[in-house]
C-alpha cells in the first residue's frame, strides 16, 4: 500500500497558476502510474491527467490540455500538476492516484488516492 498526500492547493484568481504537489510514502513509488482527479460539488471524479511510472508518457484529459503539466520525481518520491491560465470552472478538489500497469483515464482503474486538496478560482 502506498500513502498519497496532495498538497499545493489554495485560492487563485482566474487567470492564475498553483503547483500541486503529491507525495508518496513507500519506495515502489517509482514502480506507479500516477494520475491527477479531480470532483467539483455535484459532479463526478473526472480525470485531469496521468504520468507512466517512468515519466516518458503523460496523457491529459481535455480540460487540461495545454493549460496543465503533470511531472514527477522519482527521486524525491513526488508528483506535480502545474496548473497555468486557470479558470473558475477548475474550482474542485484535486486527487491524486496510483496504479499498477499502464496510463489509464478511469477512476476505477487507479488503486490508491489521497485525501485530496482544495483547488478555488475566483472570478
Known amino acids: 500500500q502506498v500513502q498519497l498526500v496532495e498538497s499545493g492547493g489554495g485560492l487563485v484568481q482566474a487567470g492564475g497558476s498553483l503547483r500541486l504537489s503529491c507525495a508518496a510514502a513507500g519506495r515502489t513509488f517509482g514502480s506507479y502510474t500516477m494520475g491527477w482527479f479531480r470532483q467539483a460539488p455535484g459532479k463526478e471524479r473526472e480525470f485531469v491527467a496521468a504520468?507512466?511510472?517512468?515519466?516518458?508518457?503523460?496523457y491529459y484529459g481535455d480540460s487540461a490540455k495545454g493549460r496543465f503539466t503533470i511531472s514527477r520525481d522519482n527521486a524525491k518520491i513526488t508528483m506535480y500538476l502545474q496548473m497555468n491560465s486557470l479558470k473558475p470552472e477548475d474550482t474542485a478538489v484535486y486527487y491524486c492516484?496510483?496504479?499498477?500497469?499502464?496510463?489509464?483515464?478511469?477512476?476505477?482503474?487507479?488503486?490508491?488516492w489521497g485525501q485530496g486538496t482544495q483547488v478555488t478560482v475566483s472570478s
Open positions: 504520468i507512466s511510472f517512468s515519466g516518458g508518457s503523460t
Open positions: 492516484a496510483g496504479r499498477w500497469g499502464g496510463i489509464m483515464t478511469s477512476r476505477e482503474r487507479y488503486n490508491f
